[in-house]
């Protein structure tokens, strides 16, 4: 019997501001700014959130967790995922694979590919071979280029398990 595969799309956008923890994937990065939002505004964790979610056909990120609830203030990105997972897992599915795109003009991002992978592999039940962290500068262009803000692009794989 053949498995039933579903891709999904995630994309997300955080201001950069002082006085803020820059957090990728749930690994914290050494940067004199980090990332504004109503959680702890870990982009790569909601874009990646958002396409586990969309490939299951839940609701987005938006709609579980809005930011007008206060029992997500500041709330652990790491979490949100986690009970994202919960329901994608409901739904039969585990992850085949992700893959990322992190799109910063700074803080270089090469030194902590390895260690987002992994971080997002963890959270996501797969192996570290299977997320693939890619970092990409705007060229000096729009919010992104002029170091305003940081944006992630995700896609993620999801397959039936074979017991579901
Ligand atoms: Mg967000």
Redesign the pocket.
């Known amino acids: 019997m053949s498995r039933e595969w579903r891709i999904g799309l995630g994309y997300?956008l955080?201001r950069l501001a002082a006085g803020r923890k820059l957090l990728l994937g749930g690994v914290p990065v050494s940067f004199e700014l980090g990332l504004v939002?109503h959680?702890d505004?870990d982009?790569v964790l909601?874009a990646v959130t958002d396409a586990v979610l969309g490939a299951a056909g839940l609701p987005d990120?938006g709609e579980q967790f809005p930011d007008t609830d206060p029992a997500w203030k500041d709330a652990d990105s790491r979490k949100l995922f986690e009970l994202a997972m919960v329901r994608v897992e409901r739904q039969g599915f585990e992850v085949s694979n992700i893959d990322i795109i992190i799109h910063a003009e700074r803080p270089k991002l090469s030194a902590y590919k390895r260690l987002i992978a992994e971080s997002v592999a963890r959270l996501a039940g797969c192996m570290p071979s299977h997320v693939n962290v890619k970092a990409k500068t705007n060229e000096g262009l729009g919010p992104v280029g002029e170091g305003l803000a940081i944006a992630c692009t995700a896609a993620a794989m999801l397959v039936m398990r074979p017991s579901a």
């Open positions: 997300d955080h939002g959680s505004a982009v909601h990120i």
